[in-house]
């Protein structure tokens, strides 16, 4: 056996004209001669008989298995010894640039694979596999016949599952529904063919759904072990022996086959490429010559095993695992219709354009120091709500400073009325204040005031555009939740709201504005419950791990709540979370809604370690954004480390990484199970379409925090 690497992609030229002229009992002509195989009609003719009578015995892959026994034990001691005795399909270089290619590229995933660790042996669990793996290779193969070839039009292939007693090809929903489950062996992308069962010339990939793949690999390497390779061996080799007695000799590469591996968790891709005519056909001996064909004159390539599934069954489409089975089918494809439209080269050299255009639509511009040495975020929106703001225009005045300190008494006018708040500490951090306070008609009550920067300033710096989020902003989106009839304990709620009642005399013009003193016009939130910051928390030592499970169920609540309302926080970070120290419970708080979206025109906050990876890459949010960004809150405030960004593509990278290595849920799961079945799902779901299933993480969540007094945890206040 030639142990090298060999171009994926060799072409050659159709000899159906050939086969025809062949079948006739002529000669193929000088032309057909040059582009195709060479073959007499004698020759070909009894070949082909040969053929199908070797198909016909070769039926048992466990004895060809162990005719290749020797070389088996060959390729696991120099596996042993760190060798490299096969090749792999593709270099790492290949899939970061089909990786590149497939952006924006959508797969979809109907079935999910149930996983072997929490699923029962039963029959409903396998059919269940065997669905999922007929739907990735339709999702795989749907598309990137989309992407590459010809968006738009049908797709010319369909995928069936093989039984192995009589080796025809039944959908697996049909051969589950008439007791054909048992059988099952194999799934297989087809050409679209009239023939009822498909025939096995048709194939263009086979994928074996065996247990445990990954845990069986073989050394470091993790290369599948040698009995699923042995079968993947013998599958391949079918395929080849049938496409060269095939009547359809409509591959242009009909001597490559590829064959994937799969289990609950892990695949690999083996491929297969050799010239069958060199295959002694001894029927009476067909496993001996199988074996020597494959030891003598084959090339085998076999990939690492990696992930394709997460836990909770869901395929994760950018993992190394998943891009090998999608490049491989991507080479079957083009084995059937040529070369793309579009090529690999083509899209993914479109890489930095696209990101170029990300970075335009979410509004980053240069990050230059400003008046004060401070460097600061641009924002050049068409927005309403934002005004655009040059760097160069920037000039930060100095400014009367309201003096607010504990003691102090601030009167809120709010239609019409006046009310009275006393200051009782002073909050937040250097970049903006907000106050706990008292109403001075409940004093026992404590409540968040904050107070915003004064209306007048055309252009108003960026630490008071956080205020305009605080105060403004915030004003308006509690206002929604108001009249939306939303109620719950992990939301806050709006208690009063208006413009500040200065000291002195008011001279503002009777047409409306404000007067001229410094404070006039300036607007007060007051909301309520108080509660410390989970920020707070961790730097005093007080979140746990029971305290994140708590944490993880009330802003999901708070999360499911709004998002019923048709309204998306934007902007969880550990300063957004407060624990309520009032009650039993203590229940945490989400809070900070001032940049949440209400229409498609807003846009979130742009915080590059506790943002979403959709919002940092399409500067909107998906259904499943405030939970990613609540696994990163999690995640940091159980210890995990992260680094420090300075750029959004550096904040994506990470994300990237931690996401395709299981840091992130290695992490969480340290802490709880249900932790970090809670992150593989929301990696499952992130940038996807689909909505958030909240009740169902709400019920584990409840079922595994310890309650005391055996209280209910009410999930919607």
């Not at 040495?373 to 309403?384: D, E, L, T």
């Not at 708040?421 to 968040?448: C, R």
């Not at 203590?586 to 370690?609: C, K, Q, T």
Request: hydrophobic share 40%.
């Amino acid at each position: 056996m030639r142990l090298c690497f060999f171009p994926m992609m060799q072409h050659f030229s159709r000899i159906q004209k050939i086969n025809k002229s062949i079948r006739a009992g002529g000669s193929p002509d000088r032309e057909s001669l040059a582009s195709g195989t060479k073959r007499s009609s004698v020759s070909s003719g009894g070949r082909s008989r040969s053929c199908k009578d070797f198909l016909r015995k070769f039926l048992d892959s466990g004895i060809l298995t162990e005719k290749l026994e020797d070389w088996f034990l060959e390729i696991s001691e120099d596996a042993a010894c760190k060798k490299t005795v096969l090749d792999i399909p593709f270099e790492l270089t290949e899939l970061q640039k089909f990786d590149y290619a497939l952006e924006g590229v959508s797969f979809q995933q109907l079935i999910r694979m149930p996983n072997a660790i929490y699923a029962s042996t039963s029959d409903a669990a396998e059919a269940a596999a065997y669905l999922a793996v007929e739907d990735f290779l339709h999702a795989s193969a749907k598309g990137l016949w989309d992407a590459f070839w010809s968006h738009g039009e049908p797709m010319p292939f369909s995928v069936a599952c093989l039984h192995g007693s009589n080796l025809k090809f039944y959908p697996a929903e049909k051969a589950i529904a008439s007791g054909k489950l048992g059988g099952l062996c194999a799934t297989a992308l087809m050409m679209n063919a009239r023939h009822s069962h498909g025939k096995w010339d048709h194939i263009l990939e086979l994928a074996l759904l065996r247990p445990n793949i990954g845990g069986l690999s073989v050394g470091s390497n993790q290369q599948p072990s040698l009995p699923v390779l042995g079968e993947a061996l013998f599958f391949a080799l079918r395929i080849l022996l049938s496409r060269s007695i095939s009547r359809y000799s409509v591959l242009q590469n009909y001597n490559t086959v590829f064959i994937l591996l799969v289990d609950s968790q892990y695949g690999g891709v083996v491929k297969v490429e050799g010239d069958v005519n060199k295959l002694d056909l001894d029927v009476s001996n067909v496993y001996k010559c199988a074996a020597e064909w494959i030891q003598k004159h084959s090339h085998v390539a076999v990939s690492p095993i990696d992930r394709i599934w997460n836990k909770l069954g869901n395929a994760n489409w950018g993992d190394i695992g998943a891009l090998q089975s999608l490049l491989a089918t991507f080479h079957c494809i083009a084995q059937f219709s040529g070369m793309p439209k579009h090529s690999i080269d083509d899209l993914a050299s479109d890489h930095s354009s696209r990101l170029q255009t990300r970075r335009t639509e979410r509004q980053f511009g240069d990050a230059r120091v400003n008046g004060n040495g401070v460097f600061r975020f641009q924002q050049r929106s068409a927005s309403p709500e934002i005004v655009e703001v040059q760097d160069e225009a920037v000039k930060v005045k100095a400014k009367e400073v309201m003096k607010l300190e504990a003691g102090s008494v601030l009167w809120l006018e709010d239609s019409n009325w006046q009310k009275g708040f006393q200051i009782n500490e002073v909050l937040g951090d250097e970049e903006f204040s907000f106050y706990s306070a008292t109403s001075m008609e409940e004093l026992g009550k404590p409540l968040f005031l904050y107070v915003g920067s004064h209306p007048s300033q055309l252009e108003p710096a960026w630490e008071d555009m956080n205020l305009w989020y605080q105060v403004q902003r915030q004003t308006k989106i509690l206002t929604v939740m108001k009249q939306r009839g939303l109620s719950s304990k992990y939301l806050p709620q709006l208690v009063a709201s208006g413009r500040i009642i200065h000291p002195g005399q008011c001279l503002r013009p009777s047409s409306g504005g404000n007067c001229d003193h410094p404070w006039c016009g300036t607007p007060i939130l007051v909301t309520s419950p108080v509660g410390k910051s989970v920020a707070n928390m961790i730097r005093d030592g007080q979140f746990g791990p029971d305290e994140a499970l708590r944490c993880c169920h009330d802003c999901l609540s708070a999360l499911s709540a709004a998002a019923a309302a048709g309204i998306r926080h934007g902007d969880i970070c550990p300063e957004n979370v407060i624990r309520v120290s009032s009650g039993v419970r203590h229940p945490y708080v989400l809070i900070g809604w001032g940049h949440a979206v209400l229409e498609e025109r807003d846009r979130p906050a742009m915080n590059l370690l506790f943002s979403s990876t959709y919002a940092l890459q399409e500067g909107k949010l998906c259904s499943a954004s405030d939970a990613e960004s609540l696994v990163y809150l999690l995640y940091f405030s159980l210890g995990g480390v992260m680094p420090e960004l300075d750029s959004v593509e550096g904040a994506l990278q990470w994300r990237e990484n931690s996401w395709s290595r299981r840091l992130i849920q290695q992490k969480l799961g340290d802490i709880s199970a249900v932790l970090k079945a809670f992150a593989d799902y929301v990696d499952s779901l992130c940038g996807t379409p689909y909505p958030m299933d909240f009740e169902i993480w709400l019920r584990r969540l409840k079922r595994n925090i310890n309650e005391d007094h055996g209280k209910e945890i009410d999930t919607m206040g």
